[in-house]
């Protein structure tokens, strides 16, 4: 079972920058595309990036052209650099697989991101 450990919130002000970080336990983890995930309150959770295997992204309009999803296999690690934060960013973020090419695993804790002035 694969067990996820996203970290790198906090609260920044709008226009500030975050980066984020999640690290799967396993060594399969490199052949399976990734996604980051966020979930504000009161609402379903989203799909906001995706990166395939070979490292081709996808973004949600919400957030294309301010995020940057990248891996490290190496170190069996997904970043998500996120830029020009806004206050309808808050939400909880999460990572797992992407959820249009394979069945999801097990939720990590998420990582909390709250953009306030």
């Known amino acids: 079972q694969v067990q996820l450990v996203e970290s790198g919130g906090g609260l920044v002000q709008p226009g500030e920058s975050l980066s984020l970080s999640c690290t799967a336990s396993?060594?399969?983890?490199?052949?399976?595309?990734m996604g980051w995930y966020r979930q504000a309150p009161g609402k379903q959770r989203e799909l906001v990036a995706t990166i395939s295997a070979a490292g081709t992204t996808n973004y949600a309009d919400s957030v294309k052209g301010r995020f940057t999803i990248s891996r490290d296999r190496n170190k069996n690690t997904v970043y998500l650099q996120m830029n020009s934060l806004k206050p309808e960013d808050t939400a909880v973020y999460y990572c797992?697989?992407?959820?249009?090419?394979?069945?999801?695993?097990?939720w990590g804790q998420g990582t909390q991101v709250t953009v306030s002035s």
């Open positions: 396993g060594s399969i983890f490199g052949i399976y595309a």
């Open positions: 797992n697989r992407n959820q249009n090419t394979g069945a999801l695993w097990s």
